[in-house]
């Protein structure tokens, strides 16, 4: 899986690789859209996968698979569990930038908030 690894045990639990990352990319950023759409390339090719083998396995059995899926109706579980997989595919999307979202606001202290507050004081 790519980006955040989540545990069985603790699914709630994200692990980060810890250190700076390796930088590909002189453009501020290039190197996190080149990460997301690896993880959208991947997921596209996966996807394509699963269609042409559910295809394959509906045309054997003589299933007219087009017609089904356009008259599929989902229930409440289906589409949680749809919303589900979106939000997963949303996670290690932005995995890049939800990292260092994470340790820009772990950086933050209030001892830092406390002391800009009082620069800014100061400058009246």
Known sequence: ??????TEER???VRHARGKRPDFYETPGLDHVMSMIMVLASEVATMRDRLDSA???AKASGLDLAA?????ELDQAALEEREERRQD???????LQL??????????????FNA?????????
């Not at 899986?1 to 989540?6: F, Q």
């Not at 595919?89 to 995995?95: A, D, E, I």
């Not at 990292?99 to 830092?112: N, P, Q």
């Not at 800009?116 to 009246?124: G, K, M, R």
């Open 68 to 72: 089904g899926i356009e008259a599929l």
């Open 89 to 95: 595919l949303l996670r290690r999307l932005y995995y």
């Open 99 to 112: 990292k260092d979202a994470d340790e820009a606001a772990k950086a933050h202290t209030s001892e830092g």
């Open 55 to 57: 295809e394959r396995v």
């Open 1 to 6: 899986m790519t980006g955040p690894e989540m």
């Open 11 to 13: 699914p709630h639990v």
């Open 116 to 124: 800009t507050i009082a620069e800014i004081a100061l400058q009246d």
